[in-house]
């Protein structure tokens, strides 16, 4: 009987290892499932060193988690799967949206609702803009007061 705990808590710590390679749960999932199985059946039959047996199996898990954990971006052929390169805003060319800050000041007309986004007309380009808060209607006359990144704030420009 000792070879079938063994060999279940061996095959469950393999499973558990394997999940570092293929994700998805599954694998750890039974991987867990095999290593408390083990551990059931080695209490039930050697009762008299079930707390020991219970704690170096629970210390062999934790061994295999945090060595998968560590060992993984060591791996030469696995380093493939650990993103290792970080993308910094602008030094890599890699910019989410460029701000338009030639729209700051200009005056449009609303092409459609502002509700509160819509489009607006400014200098014959269709521009995505948003109201500063109210709702304005087509036709009125606006007047770009913020740009971030895409987001163009106007606001109603009073014709006294």
Known sequence: MIWWILILYFLGLALVMAEFFVPGGVLGVIGGVLMVGSAVLGAYHFPEYAFPLI????FGAIVVIVGG????????TLQR???TDDL?????GWVSDKSDYSL???EGEVHTMLRPAGIV???GQRVNAISSGAFIEPGAKVKV??????RVVVER???A
């Open 121 to 123: 007309m400014i200098d």
């Open 145 to 150: 007061i913020e740009v971030h990144g895409n």
């Open 69 to 76: 954990i560590l060992m993984l971006p060591r791996i030469p």
């Open 88 to 92: 910094t805003h602008g030094e890599q």
């Open 81 to 83: 799967m650990v993103l």
């Open 55 to 58: 704690m170096a199996k629970l």
């Open 157 to 159: 420009v009073d014709n």
């Open 104 to 106: 700051m000041e200009q």
